[in-house]
C-alpha cells in the first residue's frame, strides 16, 4: 500500500468514492487489511454482492485491486493508497463541486462516528472518557496564520501513521482513534477594526 495520500484529479475518482458504502469499505480495507467482500459484509453490514459490487466500481478507477490469496467469491481485495487529497485552490469548479461533495459526505461520516462515542462512551472506563474530547475554538487568523495551524494539525494527525501497518508499533493499550478537525474562515460575523487587510 503506498503511504503517501492519493491526489485525487478527475470529478470522476471523486464521484466513485462519494459513496457511503464505498468509503467504510475503503475504511475497513486501509485499516484491517485484505477481505473480502464477504467479510466486508460482515463488517459494515451489507450483502456480499453488494460488496463486490462497490469493490468492482473502486477497482475501475484504482482505489482497490484484487489481494493474492482467493479465488471467485473467496478472494480477497486491498487498498492502493492510504489516504487522499483534493480540492486545491487551481481544481476546475467541477473538480471542486465533486471535492465538495466528497468531503460532505466524509464529515458526516465522522459526525456519526462522534454520536456513536457520545451514546455508547459512558460505558468505556474512565481513562478513555477523559482522553477522548471534542475541541471548538474561535481566533483572529491571517491566512498564513491559518495555513500554519492547519498544518501543524495535520502533522499531529499522521505523526503515528507506521502504527496502521507495523501492529509492533503499537503500544500496549492502543485502540484505533478517530481525529477530525478542519480550520477555515468563519462566516456571519464583522471585519475586524481597519477593515479586511487589518
Request: with cysteine; aromatic share 6%.
Amino acid at each position: 500500500m503506498q503511504p503517501t495520500p492519493r491526489r485525487l484529479t478527475d470529478p470522476r475518482e471523486l464521484r466513485a468514492v462519494s459513496h457511503p458504502v464505498r468509503l467504510a469499505i475503503l475504511e475497513h480495507l486501509t485499516v484491517e487489511g485484505p477481505m473480502t467482500a464477504t467479510a466486508l459484509g460482515t463488517r459494515i453490514g451489507e450483502s456480499p454482492a453488494n460488496c463486490s459490487w462497490h469493490l468492482r466500481k473502486l477497482a475501475e478507477h484504482g482505489f482497490v485491486q484484487e489481494a493474492p490469496g482467493g479465488t471467485g467469491r473467496q478472494r480477497p481485495w486491498r487498498a492502493v493508497s492510504r489516504g487522499m487529497r483534493w480540492n486545491d485552490v487551481d481544481d476546475s469548479p467541477e473538480l471542486q463541486r465533486a471535492g465538495d461533495a466528497l468531503s460532505q459526505v466524509l464529515v458526516e461520516r465522522e459526525v456519526a462516528r462522534l454520536a456513536e462515542w457520545r451514546a455508547e462512551g459512558h460505558e468505556e472506563d474512565a481513562t478513555w472518557r477523559e482522553a477522548a474530547t471534542a475541541n471548538q475554538s474561535m481566533l483572529w487568523l491571517t491566512a498564513a496564520e491559518l495555513a500554519e495551524v492547519n498544518e501543524a494539525i495535520r502533522d499531529l494527525f499522521t505523526s503515528r501513521m507506521e502504527r496502521h501497518d507495523d501492529p509492533g508499533a503499537r503500544p500496549d493499550g492502543a485502540r484505533l482513534c478517530a481525529l477530525m478537525a478542519w480550520g477555515v474562515p468563519a462566516y456571519g460575523f464583522g471585519e475586524p477594526a481597519g477593515g479586511e487587510d487589518a
